[in-house]
């Protein structure tokens, strides 16, 4: 069984930045960042390999976030830059039962509670 924890969210201003952690308990494989906007579905932001060699991010946050992984500590990070009120959602980690699921979302089995990012104009 996988545990995903997630922190790092907050309150920020559009261009800051702000780096989430997600700090998982049991074996992972293939790790990703979704993200929930107020009455929007739940979207796949950027995907991690087992080794973290492999990443996937979408058009949205390409270019602005960088996914990460240190798995001695079973730890997966994402760093956002410039941000903009757009990116105000949910943030949660999900572990897939891939090497790497990529933008395959149906293999994200494991999800943390989630961490709240606000960005204000």
């Known amino acids: 069984q996988v545990q995903l924890v997630e922190s790092g969210g907050g309150l920020v201003q559009a261009g800051g930045s702000v780096r989430l952690s997600c700090a998982a308990s049991g074996r992972t494989f293939g790790m990703g960042w979704f993200r929930q906007a107020p009455g929007k579905e739940r979207e796949l932001s950027a995907a991690?390999?087992?080794?973290?060699?492999?990443?996937y991010y979408a058009d949205s946050v390409k270019g602005r976030f960088t996914i990460s992984r240190d798995n001695p500590k079973n730890t997966m990070y994402l760093q956002m830059n410039n941000l903009k009120p757009e990116d105000t959602a949910v943030y949660y980690c999900?572990?897939?039962?891939?090497?790497?699921?990529?933008?395959?979302?149906?293999?994200?089995?494991?999800w943390g509670q989630g961490t709240q990012v606000t960005v204000s104009s």
């Open positions: 991690i390999s087992l080794s973290g060699r492999s990443t």
């Open positions: 999900a572990a897939s039962n891939q090497h790497y699921g990529g933008s395959n979302t149906g293999s994200y089995y494991y």
